[in-house]
């Protein structure tokens, strides 16, 4: 690989020396997500880790009954699972395609292999590590106190800031999953941001009007959520 050929949209891939990057790059594969498609079920072995570019991941935490909800995000900053050390490659969660985009595909054992031997990939997956731990433990908070529509205001602002344009495509049925909430309740929250001009729906997808509007609709988390990963490479 030539010095200053593209790399993919990843900020992980992007800040790896060229020596690294030139290791990995004949075996990374681009890919399109499409919205729901599960990337890594809970206690399957993983084959493949997701470096997203465009899409959009949600850790999912599922119950016994099938019931499941968002306990993290992760778009261009991050990946979708991290190895921990001296542990086989079996997902602890669901990891499913919130927003569908592109991504950057790496055979596990390959991404074992330079997590193992490479400090500097180390140093940086464990940065994103804690600033995700940070945004999980966060949305704990968030779910117990913050009303729907601050949660709601919350997820479309968090997931902009990982996306390239102001607007995504995603159902309400979809985003009540993810929010652990019933559709009827996320659907009049929606409903309400589109009276008040600060979202509008279109063939399918929401564009988001106003943003100062939703973020004076949000909660704190959301600034707290981006503060975490103030630490990662840009």
Not at 107 to 134: Q, W
Not at 198 to 227: F, M, N, Q, T, W
Request: with cysteine.
């Amino acid at each position: 690989m030539e010095s200053g050929e593209h790399r993919p949209g990843n900020t992980l891939l992007s800040a790896l020396d060229e020596i690294t990057y030139r290791r990995v790059a004949a075996r990374l594969r681009g890919v399109p997500l499409s919205a729901r498609r599960v990337l890594h079920r809970a206690n399957e072995p993983i084959e493949h880790v997701y470096f997203p570019e465009t899409a959009v991941i949600c850790v999912m935490s599922v119950m016994r009954d099938g019931g499941s909800m968002e306990s993290a995000t992760v778009g261009f900053e991050g990946v979708s699972w991290v190895s921990p050390p001296r542990r086989s490659a079996v997902s602890s969660c669901d990891m499913i395609v919130a927003v569908g985009g592109h991504a950057t595909a790496l055979p596990v054992a390959d991404f074992e292999r330079e997590l193992a031997d490479n400090e500097r990939f180390a140093t940086l997956l464990s940065r994103f590590s804690h600033a995700l731990l940070l945004q999980s433990l966060r949305l704990t908070a968030c779910t117990g106190l913050h009303s729907l529509d601050q949660r709601c205001a919350r997820w479309f602002l968090t997931v902009l800031d990982r996306v390239p344009a102001d607007q995504l495509a995603i159902t309400h049925e979809f985003l009540a999953t993810l929010l652990g909430a019933v559709r009827p309740s996320v659907s009049a929250v929606i409903e309400e941001f589109q009276k008040r001009g600060i979202l509008k729906l279109e063939r399918g997808r929401v564009l988001i009007a106003d943003r100062p509007r939703l973020l004076a609709s949000s909660c704190e988390c959301y600034d707290a959520i981006r503060r975490a990963y103030d630490d990662m490479p840009r």
